[in-house]
């Protein structure tokens, strides 16, 4: 399905006060806005993803899946700084006639649901009655359910948390090192960076997986190898494969605005912040996810009033929210099938 741009013609104004001389969002949608206008299904990706959720959530998002557009009206934006559609750095700065590249102005997770926000409206959508998203995504959901109490009925936060933990701070540090370590990504030309931008991802993968999912699936048969691992060529591969996809610039400053995300900011505190959700809310977390660890959805559970708690036992560490999408479904189901407040959803795996 092809993406759709809005348009957006006025200056926008981003929580450091800079301003975008105008904004294009790209989006897409799927399904049918009933009468009542109550079906709204709302998907916040994450750090590389897409708006076509039914391309990287299959088996959740999808004909015949949980949320599928015979029951739901879903909508998925791409979001800011992202280069699929949406304003980034490959733009072209209206005051220079030049790219933005490493000018484009630094935004937050609040300006990305600002941005939301807006092509809400245009869609004409008031209401939306499920908002889901993991990991950064995760943290969009979280933001939109504190800025807008009354307009979002359920959320779904999977694989984040309320702050960015110094934790995931240093990993994104340490990508944006190998960014710069590329000298060509102050080129000024629109693959610039692209070797530090492989090795950046390179990094990013050990957080999202873990010591157990390469031990399982990069284990070599042979035992007189010194050379030309497994291990070795998954991390090259996975490196060159964002790169096909994706540009050092739109990297550098997504991971400085997830580095940005503290939903206490301004609020009096995380926990405060936390208490003004409103909506019944379930936080997922994954035993095995380093990246994100599980007491961080532990907290939220905690702080957030009508919320309710699943633990997700998959080996594939943070990335187990893309994955492991019948489980997913089981704990979604459970969840709505129930009075949820306080609750712990026990999952009963299938092998």
């Not at 009354?150 to 990993?171: C, D, M, Q, V, Y």
């Not at 540090?173 to 102050?186: G, K, N, P, V």
């Not at 960076?193 to 492989?198: S, T």
């Not at 540009?247 to 208490?275: C, I, P, Q």
Request: glycine content about 8%; hydrophobic content about 35%; aromatic content about 12%.
């Amino acid at each position: 399905m092809s993406t759709e741009i809005f348009k957006y013609n006025k200056p926008f104004k981003l929580e450091s006060g800079k301003q975008l001389k105008e904004l294009e969002i790209g989006f897409n949608t799927y399904g049918t806005l009933n009468k009542k206008r109550d079906n709204v299904v709302w998907v916040c990706h994450a750090l590389t993803a897409n708006s076509d959720v039914f391309d990287w959530w299959k088996g959740l998002f999808g004909e015949g899946d949980y949320f599928n557009p015979n029951e739901h009206f879903i909508v998925c934006a791409n979001i800011l700084g992202s280069p699929y559609g949406t304003t980034n750095p490959l733009s072209i700065n209206l005051l220079t006639g030049q790219p933005y590249y490493t000018t484009f102005p630094q935004f937050t997770v609040r300006d990305i649901v600002k941005v939301h926000q807006l092509l809400a409206e245009h869609l004409q959508i008031e209401n939306i009655e499920i908002l889901i998203g993991g990991s950064l995504g995760g943290q969009q959901v979280l933001e939109w359910g504190i800025m807008e109490p009354e307009r979002i009925k359920n959320l779904i936060l999977i694989a984040t948390n309320a702050k960015h933990s110094p934790w995931g701070i240093a990993f994104n540090e340490s990508q944006r090192l190998a960014i710069s370590a590329d000298r060509t990504f102050y080129s000024g030309t629109p693959d610039g960076g692209k070797k530090g931008l492989k090795a950046a991802r390179s990094i990013a993968l050990l957080s999202y997986r873990n010591y157990k999912t390469y031990a399982i699936t990069q284990q070599e048969e042979k035992d007189n190898l010194v050379d030309d691992f497994k291990a070795s060529s998954y991390q090259n591969y996975q490196g060159e494969k964002l790169v096909n996809r994706f540009n050092a610039y739109s990297y550098w400053f997504l991971t400085k605005t997830m580095d940005s995300h503290n939903a206490g900011r301004g609020r009096h505190g995380v926990e405060k912040a936390l208490s003004l959700i409103k909506a019944r809310t379930l936080v997922i977390g994954i035993k095995s996810d380093v990246l994100f660890p599980i007491e961080e959805q532990q907290y939220l559970f905690r702080h957030i009033p009508k919320s309710a708690f699943a633990e997700l036992d998959s080996f594939y560490g943070h990335d187990g929210f893309l994955i492991e999408t019948e489980a997913l479904t089981n704990i979604i189901t459970s969840f709505f099938k129930t009075d949820v407040k306080g609750k712990i959803i026990e999952l009963q795996r299938t092998a």
